[in-house]
């Protein structure tokens, strides 16, 4: 691993794993990115002079410039983050999920396939569906998925299993969890309920509230990633996560207590169709290679709340921009229902 192409790395969990490569390995970091509405320069300001990190702005659907930076940047691995990953946004718009998340990645694999790279491949505890009580998802169990969204990234993972299947092609996957943390976009449950708190505004909870997540932290998925790339097992799967859960209506709590906010913001709202109510991964094959996370669902949603209060310079243009536009959509009519309730 010398030179990485890093695509949707403006994001926001790929900008967190640039810069722990970054901070710590000595690679040369080229970012592929669309910068479609949650990718963001500002993810990365304080990275941008780093020689060894360079920027080029385009579409991984673009077989031609993938293999032009390939081939010119001496490219020995791609990892790839590029997709559209909200499940509110594939509700409204599925088309362009399909496009990004599936065909984008069949390009990469193509290009991966000619010069003979390793492709490390990100995908989502989604993919699995809902999880009943008892039982924990595991790499080998079948994926389910129930979301414009978590289909197209089930197709993906299917599509990227086939290549080494097929052709021998190096390849790794990793299926985080509910990632919460720093450069989250505000459209994302934890920056969403923090902002709108901040600004006293009411936090649209998805009906009864009672969804179980594990709720893991950016840093935790980006050194589990690293862990795969260093040790794991070409051609597998590996689940990141805490392997603990809460309640969607516990992970608002620690929201509002954080922020010392009161319980009254709290507004239930019609919930989203085909909303999991359950997911849960167990994760001991990653922890077989060496790996722990640093932070416990608690502490991670804690923490990224706290980045949320002490950096409104990164989301405020955010809010104050395009963003109403989405957010009048998705929960306008959900909270005056509310209201007449």
Not at 277 to 282: A, G, I, L, T
Request: aromatic residues 10%; glycine residues 8%; proline residues 5%.
């Amino acid at each position: 691993m010398k030179n990485v192409l890093v695509t949707g790395g403006c994001g926001f969990i790929g900008s967190n794993f640039v810069r722990l490569l970054l901070d710590t390995t000595a690679v040369q970091v080229v970012i592929l990115d669309k910068m479609t509405y949650a990718a963001r320069k500002e993810n990365l300001q304080d990275c941008w002079e780093n020689p060894r990190l360079s920027l080029v702005v385009g579409d991984i659907g673009n077989q031609e410039l993938v293999r032009h930076l390939v081939q010119s940047h001496n490219i020995d691995l791609i990892v790839n983050f590029a997709a559209e990953t909200h499940v509110d946004q594939s509700i409204l718009g599925p088309l362009v999920f399909t496009d990004t998340n599936v065909r984008g990645t069949q390009v990469l694999l193509e290009v991966a396939r000619e010069f003979g790279l390793r492709f490390h491949h990100i995908s989502t505890d989604e993919v699995y569906g809902h999880i009943p009580e008892g039982h924990q998802s595991i790499e080998s169990d079948p994926l389910e998925p129930r979301s414009p969204y978590s289909a197209s990234k089930a197709a993906a993972d299917q599509l990227v299993q086939a290549y080494f299947i097929t052709y021998d092609l190096p390849i790794t996957i990793t299926r985080g969890a509910n990632n919460v943390g720093p450069y989250q976009f505000p459209e994302k449950v934890i920056p969403l309920f923090t902002t709108n708190a901040l600004q006293d505004q009411p936090l649209p909870v998805y009906g009864d509230g009672l969804q179980m997540r594990d709720y893991a932290h950016v840093y935790d998925h980006c050194t589990g990633i690293l862990k795969v790339l260093e040790k794991g097992q070409i051609g597998e799967v590996y689940n990141v996560g805490t392997g603990l859960e809460m309640t969607n209506l516990e992970m608002t709590q620690i929201v509002l207590d954080t922020l010392g906010k009161p319980q009254t913001l709290i507004r239930h709202v019609t919930d989203r169709p085909g909303h999991d109510r359950r997911y849960s991964m167990n994760v001991d094959k990653l922890r077989a290679l060496g790996w722990e996370p640093r932070y416990q669902p608690k502490e991670a949603v804690a923490e990224t709340v706290r980045w949320y209060r002490d950096n409104d310079w990164w989301w405020l243009p955010i809010r104050q921009g395009s963003f109403q536009a989405y957010y009048q959509k998705q929960y306008g009519e959900r909270l005056k229902e509310s209201q007449q309730a």
